[in-house]
Structure formats: structure tokens, C-alpha cells
């Protein structure tokens, strides 16, 4: 289940006064409530600029607290964003059309630095077109196998043309690659890194293939009434992201070995990308995903890209 890593931070905050002024006297400025931002995430590299910025008070700069909840697993994650125990939440994109499927009213926001990954352990196997005939792990009607189908896409290949293996756990799709169960697997952080410790390449990745199948999602109506929390979001993100493209990576991956979990001895390995400034979700990306989950029977509700996103927090 979840783990609390950054706690609330305790501030003290003035109720507003209001301060009789004689003619020509300014008030005092009132004091601004600093607003906690609580947002459910997998554990994963793309989490480390929250921290960062968490870390190094960049949010309390921007006005908001960033509280990150890690959870060990999607289903337990969407049950605490239903549930309104965290405000957003970062998912895929097929994970967005289950959300509306089930009258959750969401929107994206931002598009996150992430990424799923087909990785193998199969030496023969050097690309998407070399798993033809052969077994390949993920979760059916997810946005794994969302991936993978753009995947064989571009090869010009079909689900048809490997052997489905439906296996939801993540961890047991890393197992089954290690013990040459299965050519090939989509994993997502921290099974790409681990995976690649223990001697696997990854064959593809969504990047490579020019889509983002990731978003920060919130409720809409926690958007409506604290855009200028998610626009300190944004603005904390950045900052950090910047710091850590400039500073040594000890400044902050103990804290992200402690805080998200990662083995002690993986540390060295872990890559850290340059995240840049947080990006807006491509209309594009969000109308394939949606027209992917209306061909697989996920999603019945006529809705647009345009109903589901909102790009005003980002350049």
C-alpha cells in the first residue's frame, strides 16, 4: 500500500487581518497559505525533481508544499485518487480513459519525464521485429500493452504475430525475463534499471518512438480552485530540474534511494536523465491513447483530447 515519504510541512500561518488604515496609509500585506500539493506516484526516476524540489524548500518558494505518496502499485494508487486521498496522480494515458470511464471528473496537466520500456534478455533479440514468433510479457488492456502495440505498429507487425503473455505483476515479468521464460517485457521504473544490473537491454522505449504515455492527472475541481498551487508545482518542478542537471547527482540520489525505495546497490546505476522544463501532454498522444481504449472496449464514453487536458501550467 502507500508510504508517506515527505510529510506536511507545519507552517505558520496568519488568519487575515484586516488592519484599519487612516487615508493614504497602506495595509499589511496579508499572508498567503501555503497549500499542499499531494500527488500519487509510482516509484520511479521521474519523481526525483519533486524531491528535489521538496528537499531544497523550492516548493515553499513557489507557495505550495509538495507531498509525495509512493504507492507499490497502480490499482492501489487510482483506489487513493478515487478515494480523494491525494489530489493527482502521476498515470498513463489508458489509465486516463479508465478514470472518465468510471465518471471521474480529471484532467491532465503536465506530461512527466517517463517513459515504458520492451526489454529482454535474449541476446538474438535486438529489435521490436526479432519478437516475432516469440513470448512477450505486460498486462492486457493496460497501458503496457498500449505500448507494446505501438511498438510492433511500427514495424508493421500485430499482437498476431507474438505470443501475448498477460502477466500483470511487475516484478514477475523481471523474473520471468531472468530466467528465460519470456523473450521480451514492458517495464517501467525501477525494473528497467534493476533489469539492465542484471545483464538485459532494452530493445525500445516509447521515446524513441516519439510519444509520452504518461501524464500528471488531477481532479478538476482541485484544478478550478488551486491553479495557483499546480502553477507552484510546475514552477518548483523546473527549478529543481535545472538545479540537478547543474549539481553532482550525491546532492540528491540518497534522498532518492531513501525516500522512493530503490536497492542501495543500484545507486551507481540508476541513470538520471536531463528533464528539462516540465512539458505540456501532446493533444496527439492523448487522442491515440483514447482511440486505442475505445478499439479495446475500455472506453464508451464519447470524449475528445480536448476534454480531458489542460495546458495552461505549462509553456
Known sequence: MKKTLLSLLTVGLAATVLVACAPGE????????????????????????????????????AGINIELEVFKSGPDRDAAFQAGEVDGVISDLVGLALYKQGDMDVKTVAAPYDEFDLVSADESVKTVSDL????????????????MDM?????????ADIKVE??????????????????????????????????????????DLGFNPFAIIFDTKFIEKNDDAIKGMMTAYNEASAYIKEN???????????DVGFPEDMKDLIEVPDFGEIEAVKEADVTSALEWTIEKGLLTKEITAKDVMNNDFVK
Not at 523481471?174 to 537491454?201: D, N, S
Open 166 to 207: 498477460n502477466i500483470p505483476p511487475v516484478p514477475a515479468r523481471l523474473e520471468r525475463l531472468g530466467a528465460g521464460q519470456t523473450a521480451g517485457a514492458i517495464l517501467p521504473e525501477p525494473f528497467v534499471t534493476i533489469g539492465k544490473a542484471k545483464g538485459m537491454h532494452v530493445v525500445q522505449t516509447t521515446k
Open 132 to 147: 516475432k514468433g516469440k513470448s512477450v510479457d505486460f498486462a492486457e488492456l493496460t497501458g503496457t500493452a498500449y505500448a
Open 151 to 159: 511498438m510492433l505498429k511500427d514495424v508493421n507487425m500485430t499482437m
Open 26 to 61: 497602506k495595509k499589511e500585506d496579508v499572508a498567503k497559505e501555503i497549500k499542499t500539493v499531494r500527488l500519487g506516484v509510482m516509484p520511479s526516476t521521474d519523481n526525483i525533481p519533486f524531491l528535489m524540489a521538496h528537499k531544497a524548500e523550492m516548493d515553499k518558494k
Open 248 to 258: 553532482d547527482r550525491s546532492e540528491f540520489m540518497d534522498l532518492f534511494i531513501k
